[in-house]
């Protein structure tokens, strides 16, 4: 058997210590991280955030203590850093990760019960809504913090959840079913409006070529379409389809952006009809009337919460 290779991996480069929390004349007491570095603080700030810290600091020291007092944590020096630069004065707040906020709220909110962060906090997590919507739901439903749930929840709706053979996406792994089942059915809830804005057009002025054009030849005599005050029209062959099968996305995928959908680009190469004004009026209706009229739709309903 030939020698084991010889272990190159560098030590981690212990962690520095920066302002405001080198040693500094006022500084109290000593934050001691799991990794050793020493974190110098000022209870009359920890007291004033956190209850936890206040009860601490009064607890009577004994006679042989320190001027100094020494408080171990379990938190490493790269989360206590971060912790504590979440609202200590001096200091601005840095997370670059959603991970990384995650870890801070779990820190300073559920142990260190620091309140006064949760604004901030929520403020981090929006940051993240668009490109995981799921997982930052599953933290503001665990802190029952309806707001940022909501917008989460709102973004999910881009998202297909009721696609069955794609595997489980890992932000399941932070969420209770309860979480789920209720994402699910707002979900679902939003899907069903969405639907009907294409079933039913009822809610929509009938463009200018139905109006000064009713028959024209890009017409099918198949598909007539009820608009705004009961006016009823016949609309192209392709408008039709288009509808429908837009129906059928945004059953799935509520929030899905109709200018980005496949769909629209088939209707658009078959839209362009010389003898009436179909073609800019159905780039408006996708870019602005519809979208404008889900989105209406969709503020009706409520997450569960
Ligand atoms: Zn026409």
């Known amino acids: 058997m030939s020698d084991p290779l010889p272990d190159?991996?560098?030590?981690?480069?212990?962690?520095?210590?920066?302002?405001?929390?080198t040693k500094a004349p006022g500084a109290d007491a000593i934050l001691r991280s799991a990794d050793g570095a020493d974190f110098y603080v000022h209870r009359v700030i920890l007291s004033l955030v956190s209850p936890v810290f206040e009860t601490m600091?009064?607890?009577?020291?004994?006679?042989?203590?320190?001027?100094?007092?020494?408080?171990?944590?379990?938190?490493?020096?790269?989360?206590?850093?971060?912790?504590?630069?979440?609202?200590?004065?001096?200091?601005?707040?840095r997370a670059a990760t959603l991970e990384e906020v995650q870890e801070i709220i779990k820190v300073l909110v559920s142990k260190y019960d620091v309140q006064s962060v949760v604004p901030v906090a929520k403020q981090h997590l929006e940051k993240f809504c668009s490109a995981r919507p799921l997982a930052v739901y599953a933290i503001a439903f665990q802190h029952r913090w309806q707001d940022v749930a909501t917008l989460a929840a709102k973004e999910s709706l881009?998202?297909?959840?009721?696609?069955?053979?794609?595997?489980?996406?890992?932000?399941?792994?932070?969420?209770?079913?309860?979480?789920?089942?209720d994402l699910l059915h707002y979900h679902y809830l939003c899907g069903t409006a969405a639907q009907r804005?294409?079933?039913?057009?009822?809610?929509?002025?009938?463009?200018?070529?139905?109006?000064?054009?009713?028959n024209c030849v890009c017409h099918s005599r198949n598909h007539a379409y009820t608009f705004l005050n009961n006016a009823r029209y016949t609309v192209p062959e392709w408008f039709n389809t288009y509808l429908t099968s837009m129906a059928g996305v945004l059953t799935i995928t509520p929030g899905a952006i109709l200018r980005e959908n496949y769909n629209f680009y088939v209707a658009l190469g078959q839209a362009k009809c010389v003898h009436c004004t179909i073609y800019p009026e159905f780039i408006t209706f996708v870019s602005n009337e519809w979208p404008a009229k889900l989105a209406e739709e969709m503020d009706k309903i409520e997450l569960k919460f």
């Open 197 to 214: 804005t294409a079933y039913s057009l009822l809610w929509l002025d009938p463009p200018r070529a139905m109006v000064t054009s009713p």
């Open 8 to 21: 190159i991996t560098p030590a981690p480069e212990p962690f520095v210590t920066e302002y405001p929390f």
């Open 57 to 93: 600091f009064q607890l009577p020291q004994p006679d042989a203590a320190p001027a100094v007092p020494v408080i171990d944590v379990q938190e490493t020096s790269a989360v206590l850093d971060r912790a504590l630069r979440f609202f200590y004065p001096g200091a601005y707040p």
């Open 158 to 181: 881009k998202l297909s959840l009721r696609t069955l053979n794609t595997p489980a996406p890992p932000e399941l792994n932070g969420m209770t079913a309860i979480a789920y089942h």
